[in-house]
């Protein structure tokens, strides 16, 4: 096994988990190919946030496996994780894995027949962000808001955040590699560092380590822009907003999901805001 390739579906947070996955693979020896038909190892990067998501990722598998027969297809990522029976209908040379915590030891053991060692390697930090100018860095994952019409809770359920030294240090590597912008993401950013992502749980029932975080980022030499991936409007508070305002290299713009006008809708969908925290 000499080759891969790696074919992302979804939010930035997958984005960022597939140049994990690139590097690792890397580490351990191997090529990175952007044509899945020239590559002995393919990953399919999955997601099934909506329907069509669902839809895509089933495609992009049958398309691995009629231009890559020979090729071992992994199939990661959210789609794994609540739709395992699916898998089923595909021939034996897909291998599923619908833990993330285990993801690094499976392409190990693909790789080298065996794990490099008892303990379950995981996906590091990334030192670069191929193909592209602009890095994402996820800081933050795992949601257990329990929206009515969300899946993400049973993909994702998880809450945690990476230390913020880790977030520099990581965010010091990717400046080092030529990146000179960082968009800032997680599945829920506005709960950076905290246990829960329900505001109700919170002391005082706000978070400013957010932007505590980024003023530290904003330090970092050469780190021209900073940019944020979706907030809701409770994690727009003052310390944040002065954030903003005290360093440039902060973008000034936000991306606030607003799902309904209707308060009543909001409440059926057990979103933690109203219609008029957008006014």
């Not at 994780?81 to 693909?110: G, P």
């Not at 907030?231 to 903003?244: I, K, N, Q, Y």
Request: one cysteine or more; charged letters at 25%; aromatic letters at 6%.
């Amino acid at each position: 096994m000499r080759t891969f390739a790696i074919n992302t579906l979804g939010c930035k947070v997958n984005q960022y988990e597939s140049q994990q996955i690139r590097e690792l693979l890397e580490q351990l020896g191997l090529n990175h190919r952007e044509n899945t038909d020239k590559a002995d190892l393919v990953v399919i990067n999955t997601c099934c946030v909506t329907h069509t998501a669902s839809a895509k990722s089933r495609k992009y598998i049958r398309k691995a496996q009629k231009l890559s027969p020979g090729a071992v297809i992994i199939a990661c990522g959210c789609l794994p994780t609540v739709q395992i029976d699916e898998f089923s209908l595909f021939d034996e040379n897909i291998r599923v894995v619908a833990d993330r915590r285990y993801l690094a030891a499976e392409l190990t053991k693909i790789v080298n027949g065996k794990a490099d060692s008892p303990h379950q390697p995981l996906l590091g930090p990334i030192t670069a962000f191929k193909g592209h100018t602009r890095a994402f860095l996820k800081i933050q994952d795992g949601c257990d808001g329990r929206c009515s019409y969300c899946i993400i809770p049973k993909t994702r359920p998880i809450v945690h955040s990476k230390p913020p030294e880790a977030v520099l240090q990581e965010a010091r590597a990717l400046v080092k590699a030529g990146h000179k912008e960082i968009v800032v993401t997680g599945v829920f950013l506005g709960a950076f560092g905290q246990p829960t992502v329900r505001r109700s749980h919170w002391p005082n029932q706000r978070n400013d380590k957010l932007p505590e975080l980024l003023e530290d980022l904003a330090q970092i030499p050469n780190l021209a822009r900073i940019r944020l991936s979706s907030l809701e409007p409770a994690d727009v508070t003052e310390r944040l907003l002065d954030a903003f305002c005290r360093y440039r290299n902060i973008m000034p713009h936000l991306h606030l999901s607003l799902q309904s006008g209707s308060d009543a809708v909001l409440k059926r969908m057990c979103r933690q805001y109203r219609a008029e925290d957008f006014a």
